[in-house]
């Protein structure tokens, strides 16, 4: 596979095949939360009011990103992005990322953020009451097994919170943030 084929667009939300391959990424790589509703979840991430980008290779989507409106057009949030396993780790993740953060700015967005749970133990996070010294050990953070917090950081975003026990105890949600535009 060269890396250079794989084309970043707007999705297409005519083409029953990229919904398709998408909603099976979804269901496959979260399955806790889409195993059965990938599909009604899809045309909510193709909805009118949202922003969504696709990665295509050789006619088969193999990532997607989205962004929903949450603040007015101020503050969107990032939901959800996922490349292809066998396609990981050659920068389409921040490929797609960077035309969505486009795409957000050009509707008037200032900020992008997103939620990205640590459920397995991913992170020092996980499993420790994150009630006792939070800001301590957001500050001390360590990723314990390729969790996907650290790719946003090296594209820009920050850690601006937690929701402690947000899966059950000891299974937070990350909450992370980037600026899009100057001031
Ligand atoms: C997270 C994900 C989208 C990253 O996509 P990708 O195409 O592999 O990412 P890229 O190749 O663009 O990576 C950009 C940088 O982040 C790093 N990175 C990517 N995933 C990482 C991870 N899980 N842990 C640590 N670093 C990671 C890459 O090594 C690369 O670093 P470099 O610039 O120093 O080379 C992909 O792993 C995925 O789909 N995971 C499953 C779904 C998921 O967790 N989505 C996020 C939910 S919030």
Redesign the pocket.
């Known amino acids: 596979m060269d890396k250079a084929n794989v084309t970043i667009d707007f999705f297409d939300k005519t083409n029953e095949k990229y919904i398709k391959n998408a909603a099976e990424l979804l269901a496959n790589?979260f399955p806790q939360a889409y195993q059965d509703s990938a599909r009604a979840e899809m045309d909510e991430i193709l909805g009118e009011e949202r922003i969504a980008v696709m990665a295509v290779f050789d006619d088969m989507l193999v990532g997607f990103t989205g962004a929903i409106p949450q603040y007015g057009v101020t503050g969107w949030e990032l939901h959800?992005?996922?490349?292809k396993p066998d396609f990981?780790?050659?920068?389409?993740?921040?490929r797609l990322v960077e035309k969505l953060e486009e795409a957000v700015a050009a509707r008037g967005g200032v900020v992008m953020y997103?939620g990205?749970d640590d459920e397995f133990g991913q992170t020092s996070l996980a499993g420790t009451d994150l009630f006792d010294d939070l800001y301590g050990k957001i500050q001390m953070i360590k990723?314990i097994n390729?969790?996907?917090y650290?790719?946003y950081l090296?594209?820009g975003y920050k850690i601006v919170g937690v929701i402690p026990d947000a899966n059950g105890f000891g299974k937070p949600d990350i909450l992370m943030a980037k600026r899009l535009v100057r001031k």
């Open positions: 790589s959800p992005l996922i490349v990981r780790g050659q920068g389409i993740g921040a997103l990205t990723n390729r969790h996907p650290e790719f090296k594209i």
